[in-house]
C-alpha cells in the first residue's frame, strides 16, 4: 500500500515536491532492522527520502491487527490502527524534514513511540522540534531546497 504526500508551496513556482509512504507487510528484521522499528526513512543519492513503515509493528505496538492480507477499501483497518499509522508517517515525516535533529524525549518525535502516544487525543511535540519545523517550512527549504 502507498500513500503520497505532495508539497506545494508559492515559492515552489508551481513545483511539487512529493513524499512517498510505503507500507510494507513485513517485519522490520526483513531490512536488517531492530523489531522495535516501527519506520524508517531511506535517503538515496538522486536527494528522494521515501518513508517505509513497517504493518506487523504497528499490529505489534497497538495489539490490534490490522490485517495486512486484505489492504483494500472495502476492508478498512479499525480507527485505533489508522491513528497509529498516521502518527507513524508523521514521525517520520519529520525525519525527511529535519533531517540529522535528534528524537524528542516525549511526543509524536521520540524514539520509542509507545501506544499511548500513538493514539493520544493531543499531538505531542516538543518546542525545539516545533520551532525547527516552523523555521525549516517558513524558510521553503522543507525538502532540503
Known amino acids: ?18 513524499i512517498f509512504v510505503n507500507i510494507l507487510p513485513h517485519p522490520p528484521a526483513d531490512w536488517g532492522l531492530s523489531t522495535k522499528a516501527l519506520g524508517v526513512v531511506r535517503r538515496d543519492e538522486r536527494g528522494s527520502s521515501p518513508v517505509f513503515v513497517f504493518y506487523p509493528s504497528i499490529e505489534r505496538v497497538l495489539g490490534v491487527p490490522g490485517r495486512a492480507d486484505r489492504i483494500s477499501d472495502e476492508d478498512i483497518p479499525p480507527a485505533k490502527w489508522v491513528l497509529g499509522l498516521a502518527r507513524i508517517i508523521a514521525h517520520e515525516i519529520l525525519h525527511v524534514l529535519l533531517p540529522g535533529k535528534p528524537h ?42
Do not use: N, Y
Open 1 to 18: 500500500m502507498d500513500v503520497e504526500l505532495v508539497w506545494s508551496t508559492e515559492d515552489d513556482a508551481g513545483e511539487e515536491i512529493v
Open 104 to 145: 524528542d524525549r516525549i511526543g509524536i518525535f521520540a524514539s520509542d513511540l509507545r501506544p499511548h502516544a500513538l493514539i493520544a487525543r493531543k499531538l505531542d511535540l516538543e518546542e525545539q522540534t516545533r520551532a525547527a519545523l516552523a523555521e525549516r517550512l517558513c524558510d521553503g527549504q522543507a525538502l532540503g531546497r
